[in-house]
């Protein structure tokens, strides 16, 4: 939620209030009308089965006339609103989802507090829930996470709220999804296609890094081989220019003592004007240089002409949709490399994914709990597959109560601190921003120059677009403890921001009163050895 007060603004900011005002009224109306259209379209439901029993009675047959009676309901209510019929299916759907499991879920979205997607997204995610009680208890969290993120961040922190909720659901439900993967391909325009891969979600997010760290090895040599031909060409441009200049004075030099000879010549007899040699090629009457004539000077002009660089000019995305269709045509990124150098670079390229394994489920104590980070579940089997290879481990203590890390080990420590903030903050933590920590800075809320400690109280990842916001605009950040953030807007509005593993069972547990204090069961286990 965000509080504001305009007295003291200026008159910008005095309108920027009023705009934002207008428009989040706009939004809560436009909630509250989702709402509505919810309570209808669940009313579709009934309609369709009194419409079944119509046409059963009238024909005989009830079996024979239910998914007539569908489509004829569907049907009607697609063509009123421009729908498809598979639109009108799946809103029935949401609309049952919510107003028979998901209750006070519709309640928030008709009030104003959520937005539809949040709504959805909560139904979407707790569906497949069927304990009562757990799913009361991930609808409470889940209404409570909505209220302070985006639909975008609110995806994956509902799934991994419903992983710790519904463990041993959550790991069949990713064995079906595996069972699933498939690869399409359909049209967008003329000449462009979209290839789609529906695949584990660990070798997913392998392929897509390992293509990234092609593309971006292949655009970062194309520019440094830029940049050196284009210095190269002009230093050349430069000698010549001097070349050129200088010839110009030996030929304004050379007329000089021309027009003395010719002057002496008057004075003691007369001179032949034939007699002199033929003019040097390059060299005009008024000593300007003129094109080579002789056939072997042309030549290597023409030489020169071909033998120009021609460079790469694609965009780093163009790069890695190229590479993409190599790797999958050829084996090999050899359509793309330059030189053979380049080509065994990026063939030496690896990816990188960062998956959660909790301890337990790796010792076979429990089910479920590991993760890919910033995308979601994979399956037991998978993370312990990867977990046998990882080349390095990271051992993560977390508060039992929160779910906020406590504390980060590794075998051979360096750079602790980053370590640690990588794992609690995941991504940039201005509000509503989802670029992944690693390609983040860390910043100080209070900044060192003005007495900030280099303390992870102190400390969170933002991206260089809102690093560069919280420095040179009116925004101001607030370390609250537990990693928790208050983002302070220009129009005093305030955001609250949680670390993406944040559990929300107990609200009060998360505002830590001294967020610099030594805290007891960090200090228990940094004694205990890693189990690995």
Request: proline share 5%; charged share 25%; hydrophobic share 40%.
């Amino acid at each position: 939620m965000s509080t504001t007060s305009s007295a003291g603004l200026s008159a910008v900011l005095t309108e920027l209030d009023e705009i934002v005002d207008d428009l989040t009224q706009c939004r809560e109306r436009a909630a509250s009308a989702f709402a509505a259209e919810m309570f209808f379209f669940e009313r579709v439901v009934g309609v369709v089965d009194r419409r079944e029993k119509e046409r059963g009675a009238r024909n005989g047959s009830i079996t024979s006339a239910s998914q007539l009676a569908m489509r004829e309901v569907y049907a009607e209510v697609a063509a009123a609103l421009r729908l498809s019929e598979w639109q009108v299916a799946r809103k029935v759907s949401q609309a049952w989802s919510l107003t028979h499991r998901f209750f006070e879920t519709l309640c928030d979205a008709s009030s104003g507090q959520i937005s539809p997607e949040h709504a959805i997204l909560i139904a979407d995610a707790g569906a497949d829930i069927d304990d009562d009680t757990v799913r009361q208890e991930y609808e409470a969290v889940a209404r409570d996470m909505a209220g302070e993120m985006t639909p975008g961040q609110l995806r994956p922190a509902l799934d991994g709220l419903v992983q710790r909720l519904d463990p041993e659901g959550t790991e069949q439900r990713v064995r079906e999804a595996v069972t699933r993967r498939k690869v399409t391909v359909r049209e967008l325009e003329p000449g462009l296609s979209r290839v789609t891969a529906d695949v584990p979600t660990a070798q997913g997010v392998g392929v897509f890094n390992r293509l990234r760290d092609m593309a971006a090895e292949l655009y970062e040599q194309n520019a440094t081989e830029k940049a050196e031909a284009e210095a190269a060409a002009a230093l050349k441009s430069e000698a010549d220019a001097k070349a050129a200049g200088t010839a110009h004075a030996s030929s304004e030099a050379e007329a000089a003592r021309t027009c003395g000879d010719a002057d002496a010549g008057g004075a003691g007899g007369s001179v032949n004007a034939n007699a002199a040699g033929p003019r040097e090629a390059g060299a005009a009457a008024d000593g300007t240089s003129v094109a080579a004539t002789d056939p072997a000077d042309r030549a290597k002009v023409d030489d020169a002409d071909a033998a120009a660089p021609v460079f790469d000019e694609r965009t780093q995305a163009q790069i890695m949709a190229d590479v993409f269709c190599d790797l999958l045509l050829t084996s090999v990124p050899d359509g793309h490399g330059a030189t053979d150098q380049a080509r065994t670079a990026l063939s030496a390229i690896t990816p990188t994914v960062q998956v959660t394994v909790p301890a337990t489920t790796l010792a076979g104590t429990t089910i479920g709990g590991a993760a890919v980070a910033g995308f979601g579940p994979i399956d037991d089997n998978t993370a312990k597959q990867l977990a046998a290879v990882a080349p390095a481990w990271i051992r993560v203590f977390t508060d039992p109560c929160t779910g906020v890390p406590i504390s980060v080990d590794r075998y051979r420590p360096r750079a602790t601190q980053r370590l640690f903030l990588q794992v609690r903050d995941q991504q940039c933590r201005f509000p509503g921003c989802r670029r992944p920590a690693q390609k983040c800075d860390i910043d100080h809320a209070i900044a060192y120059a003005e007495g900030g400690p280099t303390c992870l109280c102190n400390l969170e990842h933002l991206c260089e677009r809102h690093h560069t916001v919280k420095h040179e605009t009116d925004w101001f950040v607030e370390q609250l403890g537990g990693g928790i953030l208050r983002w302070t807007a220009p129009t005093r509005r305030t955001h609250i921001t949680r670390p993406p593993g944040t559990v929300r069972f107990e609200l009060t547990a998360l505002l830590d009163p001294d967020p610099q204090h030594r805290h007891a069961l960090r200090q228990a286990l940094e004694r205990d050895p890693a189990p690995f």
